[in-house]
């Protein structure tokens, strides 16, 4: 299957500061790429839909402002954490979509493939 | 709307005993695709299957089975003869139609004890 890879695997920073995690698709061409938050003992949470050359699609209660995310190109997408605090703190989960076109797999399903996550703690 | 529901936040089952998880689903939609996710300490998730809406077989996968049931909105996965290494916990989601996003149920934390 398709790879996608994240990066760093985990951060501790200070309260205050950003932090960049980026999310690349290694072996395919990604138009569409999501970004997740997952709490301790809860589910994944859409925060924003990322498209390659537009701004993203942020979920409702997530604050663009402070959850930055760029996708400026078509393996490349980036989450930057604002002046994070602790309660910014949580495992962040990437996934980029398939183009239809790619052959891979069934054509008319557009495929999800998932990062291994980003633990990011703020102290 | 899209929902995803698994009632089963914990299970508990000894070494070698079958568990099946349960998933209801709601959605509007006549074309969507329901999934089944493994997410282990680690945390990276590990796919499972996709089941399109137009497919009601079920499907057996070694000691994994998959049981699709259009008229009651469930996909509920079994597992066989469990294992130690099961233990994860186990998401349900649903994509309402080829561009959509994915739906994810709380995920239910399966323990498997030795």
């Known amino acids: 299957g398709a790879v996608v890879s994240q990066h760093p695997s985990w951060v501790i920073c200070k309260s205050g500061t950003s932090v960049k995690i980026e999310c690349r698709s290694l072996?395919?061409?990604?138009?569409?790429m999501f970004w997740y938050r997952q709490f301790p003992k809860q589910s994944l949470m859409l925060m924003a839909t990322?498209?390659?050359?537009?701004?993203?699609?942020?979920e409702q209660g997530v604050e663009k402002d402070k959850f930055l995310i760029n996708h400026a190109s078509l393996t490349l997408s980036t989450l930057t954490v604002t002046s994070a605090h602790p309660e910014d703190s949580s495992f962040y989960i990437c996934?980029?979509?398939?183009?239809?076109?790619?052959?891979?797999?069934?054509?008319?399903?557009?495929?999800?493939?998932f990062g291994p996550g980003t633990r990011l703690t703020v102290l | 709307a899209q929902k995803v529901t698994q009632a089963q936040t914990e299970i508990s089952v000894v070494e070698k005993e079958d568990v099946t998880l349960d998933c209801v689903y709601e959605t509007r939609d006549t074309t969507y695709y329901l999934f089944w996710y493994k997410q282990p300490p680690s945390g990276e998730l590990v796919f499972l299957i996709r089941?399109?809406?137009?497919?009601?077989q079920n499907e057996i996968s070694g000691r994994y089975s998959w049981n699709f049931q259009k008229s009651t909105s469930s996909f509920n996965f079994t597992i066989t003869a469990s294992q130690v290494v099961d233990s994860a916990v186990y998401f349900c989601a649903l994509r309402g139609s080829t561009l959509g996003r994915l739906y994810f149920g709380r995920g239910t934390q399966l323990t498997v004890w030795p």
């Open positions: 996934s980029a979509r398939d183009s239809p076109t790619s052959g891979r797999g069934d054509s008319s399903y557009n495929e999800q493939f």
């Open positions: 990322s498209n390659e050359g537009s701004k993203a699609t942020y």
């Open positions: 072996d395919f061409q990604a138009t569409t």
């Open positions: 089941r399109n809406s137009f497919d009601e």
